[in-house]
């Protein structure tokens, strides 16, 4: 059979295919209506917070923090509870990592404040001595760019049914004409955050519309719990 | 029928050698600098925002994975295809035109992936970063490469396929689904019609996601870090060395057997995770099983050599390819065993698995891809290989960097882990997280280290390479196995 499928490359493709489709089919076809059922409590991202995921993604905070707590004593003292599946359910995509040069965050809400997040990502070292992590000033004069954060959670409403919009739940609007309204409440939010911030640079840029990527990203990670 | 000599058409093949030993050196290099970004986190900010270790990271494994690795992958295919089909790319234009096609839309994929990922374009999928219009590229790329494969082989006068290109089709085959897969995403300027136009959201998402993405992460490592290097080795040891494959069967059963038992691996990424419980064990008890084929393999090349192991000593090429599968065994049985639930319990998240990673890409990819080049320069220039002696600095230069990587990153791994879970008489956690960063910087540095002396053994390659077109003595005919080398 070796020697005949050899000899005709077609149905040597097909087999080769067929053998190496197998597995996917198997593992993960069954379980996909099953995961992505959200834990009770479980909200979207508000748009500023999508805003800060956004920045977060844009410079691979993932490449060094996981977003998974195992369900280990030693993981669940450090970080909290351990994570369950349904906590993911709006998050687009996964940000779990495969690396833990920093710590865990998946609920460094829980534990860190703006006040905290401000001087550690201005300079690390100035909480954390020995931190190698880098400083990210840049975030502090660079601001996010909201339109393509609505685009994002205006997306994950109408193709994926993402619960904007109802009782409890975030608002955000039905298509792009209220991104003005959206963009008022992201202000709002963060201008609580500003408030509690010291940079003047940071302050003043709010008070003039302006959404720095640093106040957005700690919305995101105040959001993590 | 003709009864002369066939006379090959390298040019492709050479570009893509080519652009291997560039983005060898480019995207090694900068895996050298965010290597030493972790001992020295001073040299984060030399660039601003474009040289911390988070934007860079990516830029190196993509440009090592798929710049270095793929142009040498392809490169290879395009000389070994034409030899094992017994049919020049030369003598169908269309053919011979795609594959050029291939070539420019390569680079012109590999440069707009470069600039994007510094400007801050990523999906954060690991190894699948680039957004969706790259995605789209890509296709179009591969599809290319496919057209170019099976255009080879419907001329081909050789009927029967030779190993290695079971090795390319199952390349070619595995890669696209699960690249289609993994890459499902939806535009968010199409749907909305606003922001910014190369965003996307993941059509999957949380757990989902995780599983999909690392069915294809893992499979990624499959098909591009083993699947085409097996395709690789099956032709240049047996030619370099002018012996037959040990066996037959042997190549049959790790062929197949790879084929249907790598897929399931992937849940190995996943342990412990959020995943259902079933599959992390599937994960596991696959990557187990994955040491026969794979061994399978590796022994079927070391057996090849048998009675003629004096060549391990007269030929660096040589030396090259028998390190290569050695460490093709060193990372195939340290992958399964830290596929094991309670090691992977200890190991994930930690250094090890970068050490684990690096084993298998420097010590079996780099080596294959860099021995395959030097095999087909006497052959694309018609001229001896201009230095034995440099080749085999390089080799031992290289040689000693891997060792002092993978070793250092296996104790920072483990120190780690067992720090993390460290506890004190009253059972609380014995270090803050901290503890355990500050306590690696010796072994970042001696990682660092090790990653220069590959880097520096790369230039010596590209050195060898360039003198050797250069040389001034031709060859009369193309040899016939070993290559031939100045001193």
Known sequence: MFHWLEKRPFFFSVGVFLVIAFAGLIEIVPDFAQASRPVAGTKPYTLLQIAGRQTYIKDSCNACHSQLIRPFKSETDRYGPYSLSGEYAYDRPFLWGSKRTGPDLHRVGEYRTTDWHENHMWEPTSVVPGSIMPAYKHMFHQNVDLETAYAEALTDKIVFNVPYDQPGMPKLGNSKEDFPAAQKMALEEAKKIAAEMKNQDVKDAVARGEIPEIVALIAYLNSLH | ?487
């Open chain 2, 1 to 487: 029928m003709q009864n002369a000599a066939l006379e090959y058409d390298y040019t492709v093949s050479k570009w893509f050698t080519y652009l291997a030993i560039i983005f060898g050196i480019v995207g090694m290099s900068i895996g050298v600098f965010i290597a030493f970004e972790l001992a020295f986190p001073e040299l984060n900010n030399l660039f601003g925002q474009y040289g911390t270790f988070s934007r860079l990271r990516p830029i190196h494994t993509n440009v090592v994975a798929f710049g270095f690795t793929l142009s040498g992958i392809f490169g290879t295919f395009y000389y070994v295809s034409q030899r094992v089909l017994k049919v020049s790319i030369a003598e169908s234009k269309f053919v011979h035109g795609v594959g050029k096609l291939h070539f420019w839309l390569y680079l012109l994929l590999a440069a707009w992936l470069v600039v994007s990922e510094l400007l801050g374009y990523t999906t954060s999928k690991e190894y699948a970063e680039m957004e969706w219009p790259l995605d789209l590229l890509t296709v179009v790329v591969w599809v290319l490469w496919g057209m170019a494969m099976f255009g080879l082989i419907g001329m081909r006068r050789e009927k029967t396929l030779y190993i290695s290109m079971w090795y390319y089709i199952a390349t070619f085959l595995g890669v696209a689904m699960l690249y289609l897969f993994n890459n499902m995403e939806v535009p968010t300027y199409l749907v909305t019609g606003m922001g910014d136009w190369m965003k996307s959201v993941s059509m999957y998402s949380g757990t989902n996601d995780a599983l999909v993405q690392w069915w294809y992460g893992h499979n990624a490592v499959a098909f591009v870090f083993t699947v085409p290097i097996i395709a690789i080795i099956y032709y240049y040891l047996p030619k370099e060395s002018g012996q037959p494959v040990f066996s037959y069967k042997l190549s049959l059963l790790s062929f197949w057997g790879l084929m249907f038992v790598y897929l399931w691996a992937g849940g190995h990424h996943l342990i412990y995770s959020t995943v259902p419980d079933w599959m992390q064990t599937m994960g596991s008890i696959f990557s187990v099983i994955l040491i026969l084929p794979s061994w399978g393999s590796a022994i079927n090349m070391l057996l090849t050599m048998k009675g003629e192991w004096n060549q391990l000593k007269e030929s660096p090429l040589i030396k090259f390819m028998v390190l290569a599968s050695t460490f093709y065994m060193l990372s195939t049985l340290e992958g399964p065993i830290q596929a094991i639930k309670s090691v992977n319990a200890l190991a994930h998240f930690t250094d090890w698995i970068p050490g684990h990673v690096h084993d298998g890409t420097l010590g079996w990819v780099a080596f294959m891809i860099i021995a395959s080049a030097l095999h087909m320069a006497p052959r694309y220039y018609k001229r001896e290989i201009y230095s034995r002696k440099l080749m085999e600095m390089q080799f031992w230069i290289q040689t000693t960097g891997i060792v002092l990587y993978f070793s250092s990153m296996w104790i920072a791994g483990i120190t780690q882990g067992m720090m993390w879970r460290a506890v004190d008489q009253y059972g609380n956690l014995a270090y803050s997280f901290i503890d355990t960063v500050t306590v690696l910087h010796p072994y970042y540095t001696i990682r660092a280290i090790g990653g220069t002396l590959f880097v520096i053994g790369l230039f010596l390659w590209a050195y060898n390479f360039v003198k050797t077109m250069q040389s001034e003595k031709v060859l009369e005919k193309e040899p016939a196995f070993a290559s031939p080398m100045g001193a």
